[in-house]
T-cell receptor, first 113, second 112 residues
């Protein structure tokens, strides 16, 4: 089944404790992206990747890192999480960037205390 | 700057009513794409439609229809004869280059 998977689905952590949210797709997509969803703000793009070893900032990259060492994986790293990073995070992939529609993962709900 | 506005935060309708969700966008690009996504209560994001900036034809898919008007920078979504299963948050999105910008979403509640 074609899908985007994220792990973990739920995570509660403390300020400053490094964490990684994994994202994997099995569709051989070139483009992958991370978003955060906050009430009233919709989805905001954090980082995206056009292909292996090619990443770039979205609208809200501060406090996040990403890497794309393999085509299928695009982990999101929070090196020193803060409470303002409490959010719902979505990973997405598409065949290429514009104009292709994105396939979204199920979401990761992160709480930073 | 690229921006998507969905002025309606929440809409409630009674089943079988028609409802239109508004989307207004801003972009300096001449080539861009617009999308609608649905997020039902279960939380996943479901792709509904894509429209490119050179195609202003309206589109109908079953009970769903979309009206793209470049002159007013709008890409509105109408659900005809709404059903309870249409209850969801609907997002309009704009893509320019490699970036995606989403609107804040409209929460639609269809009451039985």
């Amino acid at each position: 089944e074609a899908q985007v998977t994220q792990n973990p689905r739920y995570l509660i952590t403390v300020t400053g404790k490094k964490l990684t949210v994994t994202c994997s797709q099995n569709m051989n997509h070139e483009y992958m992206s991370w978003y955060r969803q906050d009430p009233g703000l919709g989805l905001r793009q954090i980082y995206y990747s056009m292909n292996v070893e090619v990443t770039d900032k979205g609208d809200v990259p501060e406090g996040y890192k990403v890497s794309r060492k393999e085509k299928r994986n695009f982990p999101l790293i929070l090196e020193s999480p803060s409470p303002n990073q409490t959010s719902l995070y979505f990973c997405a992939s598409s065949l290429r960037s514009s104009p292709y529609e994105q396939y979204f993962g199920p979401g990761t709900r992160l709480t930073v205390t | 700057a690229q921006k998507v506005t969905q002025a309606q935060t929440e809409i409630s309708v009674v089943e079988k009513e028609d409802v239109t969700l508004d989307c207004v966008y801003e972009t300096r690009d001449t080539t861009y794409y617009l999308f609608w996504y649905k997020q039902p209560p279960s939380g996943e994001l479901v792709f509904l439609i894509r429209r490119n900036s050179f195609d202003e034809q309206n589109e109908i898919s079953g009970r769903y229809s979309w009206n793209f008007q470049k002159s007013t920078s709008s890409f509105n979504f109408t659900i005809t004869a709404s059903q309870v299963v249409d209850s969801a948050v609907y997002f309009c999105a704009l893509t320019y280059g490699q970036n995606f910008v989403f609107g804040p979403g409209t929460r639609l509640s269809v009451l039985p």
